[in-house]
């Protein structure tokens, strides 16, 4: 299946937090859209690797998602060699997006700003037909580059080159965050607090998107940065 649009997350919920608004109102203009984790998130202070999968499948049918994978790689010590790459790569060429939204270039986790690093790294490597890897079947595949890669905004506060409206989407969004029950407030859980796990997170996902939409003159946005200048061929479709 190819995709109009990969979204690459260095855990399970990194999408969900930062980009699912994009990708439902994406999805209801009619593209199709994927996600590829990189790890099973194995260290969160709360859940466990099939804890987030069995989310990870919840958040995936609220949005609608028409493909999502895990890498399996690990979570906190991946790194961006050529290991990381070349199942990244596998993945681009299988999809063949068009666009790809990655993790924030910087932020508080490491392996954000890791993933970031991957993603620009094998879109640029999956475009070289000198590289080879193989599909499930053992078939060799294309290669393929995507056109646009965007960095989604996620804890720290980035100043975004572009905001998407989500205004109609925001309780989609919620739904989708708050299907990794695990992970967010729960007055009955007996795990661990974590930095994720208050009520004032999710207070502060809200005010994040809210903040984004108030840039843009509209009730809540999505923010993202491009390492590259980005054309028009029109002023169709600006707010």
């Known amino acids: ?7 690459m997350a260095a855990h ?4 969900e937090l930062a980009c699912s608004g994009t990708i439902f109102s994406l999805i209801q203009q009619g593209k199709k859209v994927g996600i590829v984790d990189f790890t099973r998130g194995e260290l969160g202070t709360r859940g466990t690797p099939e804890i987030r999968l069995a989310e990870s499948a919840a958040a995936t049918a609220i949005l609608g998602l ?6 399996g790689i690990r979570d906190g010590f991946f790194r961006n060699d050529e290991e990381s790459q070349l199942k990244l790569i596998q993945v681009i060429r299988k999809y063949q997006p068009d666009i790809v939204l990655a993790n924030a270039l910087e932020d508080r986790h490491p392996d954000h700003g890791k993933g970031a690093q991957l993603a620009i790294d094998a879109c640029f490597l999956s475009g070289l037909r000198k590289i080879e ?3 499930a079947d053992g ?3 294309a290669a ?5 890669l965007f960095h989604y905004i996620q804890d720290r506060y980035l100043e975004p080159d572009f905001v998407i409206d989500i205004s109609a989407y925001w309780e989609i969004k919620e739904q989708s965050i708050r299907a990794f029950k695990s ?10 607090a974590s930095y994720i796990s208050s009520p004032d997170f999710l207070e502060f996902i809200r005010a994040r998107s809210m903040e984004m939409g108030h840039k843009i003159g509209v009730k809540y946005g999505e923010g993202y940065q491009s390492q590259r200048t980005i054309g028009l061929q029109g002023f169709e479709g600006l707010i």
């Open 183 to 192: 992970q967010f407030f729960d007055p009955n859980s007996t795990e661990p």
């Open 133 to 135: 890897t193989k599909d």
């Open 66 to 71: 028409h493909a999502r994978e895990n890498l």
């Open 139 to 141: 078939n060799s595949q």
């Open 12 to 15: 399970p919920d990194d999408a």
């Open 1 to 7: 299946m190819k995709l109009d649009i990969l979204v």
């Open 144 to 148: 393929w580059r995507p056109k646009q």
